[in-house]
């Protein structure tokens, strides 16, 4: 299928990488459809530049990617570039109590708010070959730690349960219509990506029956409200969040944006295409200085046979330059195709 030229931009590398051109035996959409519908796909997804993503600029739950600025609640955000990332800006935490949550939290008013400007020249941008997803910001968990203290949070999970229901309820009441506003009001899209990290690198902030009494419906309400409007919800979640994983697949989600500190071999081989899982591949491989054509092309392999077995798996990684990531885009497609036929 022939396509204009398009660029994705490069995690280690200020410049963009041209999109390596493949010839798809079908579009890159039904392929991906493919795995999350639990299904053994054509080939493995390569979610850097099979996947589409649109978000329209008129969401304030956070200020957009790469920018500084305040949310609609009133938190103030910094970007910091070294990291890639957002932050709550030091000492601007606007309650110092989480009980304080109720009287002073102000949600915003979706209704009185036109999401629609600018929804036709994003439609024209979206690629009808690539499903596309929407990012929704600072999930439930995620939305309190910016609030307020991460030491006082924990303290209100643990002494204010019923306030704390409270909180989360009223929060994904929130977040269901911001998701009714953004599909009847922005561009078509496909997917949602439910942002909120639940983890650090050892180990879940809180655990897997606190999640199951304060997470668990709120959640649930959310993706059941994704999948009534016909549409896939990505769980992002960082960290070492594996005991949460019976929940995740409990709760319908139909795909994790995995990290590796997690047992991903142990997840795989338990629940196998019941949670597609998004795995990058290893830093130290595939963005290290000097490394070889063969030496990629054989990592490549290994990580397909270690995670790709009969589907569910989609490709994600950090090239150093646009003739690594070729490396990838060929070796990927390839290999997965002969692993799949």
């Known amino acids: 299928m022939e396509k204009k030229e398009t660029f994705i931009m490069g995690k280690r590398s200020s410049e963009p990488f041209p999109v390596v051109k493949l010839d798809y035996p079908i579009s890159p959409k039904e392929n991906l459809k493919l795995v999350l519908d639990k299904k053994k796909p054509v080939w493995a997804p390569n979610m850097l530049q099979e996947k589409g993503m649109t978000f329209c600029p008129h969401d304030n739950d956070r200020p957009a990617f790469g920018q500084s600025g305040l949310d609609w609640f009133g938190v103030s955000w910094t970007y910091v570039d070294v990291v890639g990332g957002q932050m709550v800006t030091p000492d601007t935490f606007i309650l110092k109590d989480p009980l304080e949550w109720e009287e002073k939290m102000i949600f915003p008013d979706l209704d009185a708010m036109d999401f629609s400007v600018g929804a036709e020249e994003a439609e024209k941008m979206i690629d009808p070959d690539k499903l596309t997803f929407y990012l929704l910001q600072d999930g439930l968990f995620e939305r309190l730690l910016s609030i307020c203290n991460p030491t006082d949070v924990l303290c209100f999970l643990i002494e204010e349960p019923e306030s704390a229901k409270r909180y989360f309820n009223r929060m994904a009441d929130y977040k269901i219509?911001?998701?009714?506003?953004?599909?009847?009001?922005?561009?078509?899209?496909?997917?949602?990506?439910?942002?909120?990290?639940?983890?650090?690198?050892?180990?879940?902030?809180?655990?897997?029956?606190?999640?199951?009494?304060?997470?668990?419906?709120?959640?649930?309400?959310?993706?059941?409200?994704?999948?009534?409007?016909?549409?896939?919800?990505?769980?992002?979640?960082?960290?070492?969040?594996?005991?949460?994983?019976?929940?995740?697949?409990?709760?319908?989600?139909?795909?994790?944006?995995?990290?590796?500190?997690?047992?991903?071999?142990?997840?795989?081989?338990?629940?196998?295409?019941?949670?597609?899982?998004?795995?990058?591949?290893?830093?130290?491989?595939?963005?290290?200085?000097?490394?070889?054509?063969?030496?990629?092309?054989?990592?490549?392999?290994?990580?397909?046979?270690?995670?790709?077995?009969?589907?569910g798996l989609m490709v994600s990684y950090a090239a150093q330059n646009a003739h690594v990531n070729e490396i990838i885009v060929k070796e990927v497609f390839r290999y997965s195709m002969e692993m799949y036929r």
Not at 281 to 290: E, F, N, Q
């Open 177 to 311: 219509a911001l998701m009714d506003k953004v599909i009847r009001e922005w561009a078509p899209f496909d997917a949602f990506i439910n942002s909120d990290d639940w983890g650090t690198q050892i180990s879940t902030f809180i655990s897997p029956e606190m999640y199951r009494e304060y997470l668990f419906e709120p959640m649930k309400r959310i993706t059941d409200f994704a999948h009534s409007r016909g549409k896939y919800i990505d769980y992002h979640s960082c960290g070492k969040v594996e005991t949460l994983v019976p929940q995740m697949v409990e709760l319908g989600a139909d795909m994790w944006e995995a990290q590796t500190m997690n047992d991903l071999v142990k997840i795989k081989g338990e629940y196998g295409n019941r949670l597609p899982l998004q795995i990058p591949m290893d830093p130290m491989y595939v963005a290290r200085p000097g490394v070889s054509d063969e030496e990629i092309l054989a990592y490549v392999r290994n990580y397909l046979d270690t995670y790709g077995q009969g589907g």
